[in-house]
């Protein structure tokens, strides 16, 4: 018991606290889960299947054209997604932020497609918006068009794809932070003149706007690891060949680990590299209390 004490006695002098161990499992977790497989991949990356240099399959990938293209391709898809996402959010999350009769409804009905999987989603817009379905043949009875419009298997359709299953989630995050924003500070504004667009302007968007900018980011590096999509509801051969696909392919068709290691690197390097940019510039904006409870 002694030696427990004086043991636990010589931590806190040096400024351990033994509240740190309760954080040891996680850390554990964190380690075996994520760090070790990231170190394995990117060591991985360095041995190429055919020999060469250390950067060998970073070489391959950037020589190939085909291949490099999939960075465009991925970038041209999440990041209009991303923005949709989060600039259809902040007027539906403003007009919920307040009290009313099925309030609780419909914000269920906004994040019903969390549930549905990127699967489902994109079975329902093939059957929704696919050249036989009821968008077309309504159309088409209507005869506003001869021919049905291609809204599926192509560059729309991934993206509709993705602003249904990112909506959600970015919808939320709007919610949060807004609900966080004092209410009472629009009201003085009210009190002395200012009109309803002035107040957002002026105080609720440059108030939002590092939440706005953190949402961004996590809708767009979800849009951006885009896979299913690209398969199901897209043209994994052309125009939404994604950067995941061509390490998928990589992996489980040429059965070359090496290079597909390379290409996953790549790919989080591209995504770091937008993270980055978007923290700076979040950076720069407002940082100091809302005022309220977030």
Do not use: C
């Amino acid at each position: 018991m002694s030696n427990t004490l004086s043991w636990q006695h010589r931590l806190a002098e040096r400024g351990v606290d033994r509240k740190l161990w309760l954080l040891l499992p996680a850390t554990i977790f964190v380690l075996l889960l994520f760090i070790y497989p990231f170190l394995y991949g990117l060591s991985l990356s360095f041995q190429p299947m055919n020999g060469g240099g250390v950067l060998a399959n970073y070489q391959k990938f950037f020589d190939d054209a085909y291949q490099r293209d999939t960075i465009l391709t991925t970038l041209k898809i999440s990041l209009p997604a991303a923005l949709l996402n989060v600039l259809a959010a902040v007027p539906i999350a403003f007009r919920m932020r307040g009290r009313f009769r099925g309030k609780r409804l419909l914000t269920t009905l906004l994040v019903v497609p969390i549930t549905l999987g990127t699967v489902l989603t994109a079975q329902g817009l093939l059957n929704y918006l696919g050249p036989t379905g009821w968008f077309n043949r309504v159309l088409m009875s209507l005869h506003l068009i001869d021919d049905p419009v291609r809204l599926t298997n192509n560059y729309w359709g991934v993206f509709f794809s993705l602003i249904i299953t990112g909506f959600p989630f970015a919808f939320l995050l709007v919610l949060s932070y807004l609900s966080g924003i004092d209410p009472t500070l629009e009201r003085a504004a009210a009190t002395l003149g200012a009109s309803r667009s002035q107040r957002f302007r002026r105080i609720t968007l440059p108030l939002l706007a590092p939440g706005l900018a953190t949402t961004f980011l996590l809708t767009f590096v979800l849009a951006f690891s885009v896979f299913p999509s690209a398969v199901l509801v897209g043209n994994p051969a052309g125009s939404t060949r994604v950067i995941s696909l061509a390490a998928y392919q990589a992996a489980y068709e040429q059965y070359d680990y090496a290079y597909a290691s390379a290409i996953a690197m790549i790919m989080g390097a591209v995504e770091l590299v937008v993270v980055v940019i978007v923290l700076l510039w979040r950076a720069r904006l407002y940082t100091g209390s809302t005022g309220g409870k977030g």
